[in-house]
């Protein structure tokens, strides 16, 4: 709204610490806090106002004609999606589409579950080979600090 870059704020900060001081300058910015809170509040409480009033004048009628008329495709998509969504939810448990779509929603959550169990599986063989490294990788080290340190010189021209 005002357009202030960092080095406005600056110019308007040092301004105030030299005009009001350095005592009194946290409770003059606590209380301009306070006042951009509550133009804040009121700019809130203003424009859900205005959109309550807007809702009660049928103003959302009128956007959705402006969207169909600028959109028809869209809007005719969202059409086609709505009758679809109607005629699935009405669908007879009995009828063959009614079957048609018990059995594949029994066969996607099989495929579900067998994707999770494979999943599963794998994690945890992940897992056992991490710990039989882990455990080779241990008893590497406790035989090569158990084996025998040779301190000698070898023995030659001297």
Same mark, same amino acid.
């Given at each position: ?32 806090? &306070? ?32 969207? *169909? ?26 009828? %063959? ?5 018990? %059995? &594949?929603?029994?066969? &996607?959550?099989?495929?579900? *579950? ?5 999943? *599963? ?13 882990? %455990? ?10 158990? *084996? ?11």
């Amino acid at each position: 709204m005002f357009d202030l870059g960092f080095a406005e704020l600056l110019v308007i900060g040092v301004v105030a610490l030299i005009v009001v001081g350095p005592k009194d300058l946290p409770v003059l910015f606590r209380n301009a806090g &306070r006042f951009m809170g509550k133009a804040r509040g009121m700019a809130r409480e203003f424009s859900r106002a205005m959109n309550d009033a807007a809702d009660q004048a049928g103003v959302a009628d009128v956007q959705k004609t402006f969207k *169909a008329a600028t959109n028809p495709v869209g809007t005719a998509m969202d059409g086609v999606k709505d009758a679809a969504k109607s005629m699935t939810e009405g669908l007879d448990p009995n009828s %063959e589409t009614g079957k048609l779509s018990a %059995e &594949r929603e029994e066969a &996607r959550r099989k495929i579900e *579950a067998n994707a999770a169990r494979m999943a *599963a599986e794998r994690k945890a063989r992940e897992a056992q080979e991490a710990l039989e490294k882990a %455990e080779e990788l241990e008893k590497k080290l406790v035989a090569d600090a158990d *084996a025998p340190k040779d301190t000698a010189k070898p023995e030659g021209d001297a």
